[in-house]
């Protein structure tokens, strides 16, 4: 019988020796937490695909945004509920829809907290997809300008970040040049670089009301089987000016988050998206799991797989445990 010499137990003995050899750390300050924004006074209305996630007027999400940074979020990241819908989408860069409003009033009082806003269209078109349809195609360069209006209207009202999730080709270059042409320069890009078209997005659909009303979004989301092509999004997006790219999903996609950090240099983002949440939400709901232990170590992989930020609908609860542990 031979007794073994090296004991990786021995660092495992106690929390403290745990704490010292620790090689990853969550913490509230990495998460981004995203707020889904409604037409509408005094609204906090719980999302049904969304346990625990609200449909907030602007001055509810106000209240919420500062309940974020009180728990030490560094960031909230704006969805809006349009008031009315067109084929091509133009309540999206409408100064008086809820995004820009939202915006506007968390930026005046609570200047500290960064408000990072979704660049799309499929909320705000009639026929849900993300860019400008010719017959039943999404055209790609038509649909540029638009979301260097979107931009615009979102730094105009004090957005910090704008993260362009549509996943057309050349957006970060059309937003970039949009910005920087009405004096936006220091506005920053977060793109969705590696956005892959998944159905993990489904509750975020129902709470967003932005499914496609035909077809799916196979044309401009990328296939999940590729990890050498989200390398070529990525350098892309890069060279077009991103300043954050961006990998979504998180969970079923941990690997592109390790290639995207080995072979940049800039921040990684990952989303922690609708799906993942809503399973986890599920499960717990059945006693199945320990949410709050199955949250913080799917965050803690999150961050050991190599992101910087993890844009979560738990970002509020982890706070709270993190403050707690
Ligand atoms: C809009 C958008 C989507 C998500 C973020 N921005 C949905 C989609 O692309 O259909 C998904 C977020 C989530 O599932 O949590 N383009
Ligand atoms: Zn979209």
Same mark, same amino acid.
């Given at each position: ?155 105009? =009202?004090?957005?910090? /970040? $704008?993260? @362009? ?6 957006? *970060? %270059?059309?937003? +970039?040049?949009?910005? &920087? ?60 000016? =991103?300043?954050?790219? /961006? $990998?979504? @999903? ?6 592109? *988050? %390790?290639?995207? +950090?080995?072979?940049? &240099? ?60």
């Amino acid at each position: 019988m031979s007794r073994p010499f090296i004991r990786p137990r021995r660092l495992r003995r106690s929390p403290t020796i745990r704490n010292m050899v620790r090689e990853t750390e969550l913490n509230a300050a990495d998460l981004i937490y995203p707020l889904f924004v409604v037409p509408g006074e005094n609204v906090q209305c719980e999302i049904p695909s969304l346990p625990g996630s609200c449909h907030l007027s602007v001055d509810m999400a106000l209240e919420v945004a500062r309940e974020a940074y009180g728990l030490g979020i560094p960031a909230v990241l704006v969805f809006g509920l349009p008031e009315y819908k067109d084929d091509q989408g133009s309540s999206a860069w409408d100064p008086a829809s809820p995004v820009q409003k939202a915006v506007r009033l968390i930026k005046k009082e609570i200047p500290e907290l960064t408000v990072i806003t979704d660049v799309c269209l499929c909320q705000y078109t009639s026929h849900g997809h993300c860019g400008l349809l010719r017959g039943q195609n999404v055209d790609n360069d038509l649909t540029l300008s638009l979301l260097g209006r979107v931009a615009l209207s979102h730094a105009e =009202a004090g957005a910090d /970040m $704008v993260a @362009p999730s549509d996943m057309m080709d050349g957006r *970060v %270059r059309a937003i +970039r040049e949009a910005l &920087d042409s009405r004096g936006y320069e220091q506005v920053a890009i977060m793109s969705y670089a590696a956005k892959y078209a998944s159905a993990y997005y489904g509750p975020f659909r129902e709470a967003a009301d932005s499914a496609p009303q035909f077809g799916d979004r196979k044309t401009y989301q990328m296939d999940p089987a590729n990890v050498r092509e989200a390398l070529r999004e990525v350098a892309l997006d890069i060279e077009e000016g =991103a300043d954050i790219i /961006m $990998v979504k @999903p998180a969970l079923a996609y941990l690997d592109v *988050v %390790r290639q995207v +950090r080995d072979s940049f &240099d800039l921040p990684v983002a990952v989303y922690n998206v609708s799906g993942e949440y809503a399973m986890v939400k599920a499960a717990a709901a059945n006693g199945w799991v320990d949410e709050r232990q199955i949250v913080l170590e799917t965050l803690l992989g999150m961050k050991r797989a190599g992101a910087e930020m993890i844009i979560t609908y738990h970002a509020l609860d982890a706070a709270r445990w993190l403050q707690e542990s």
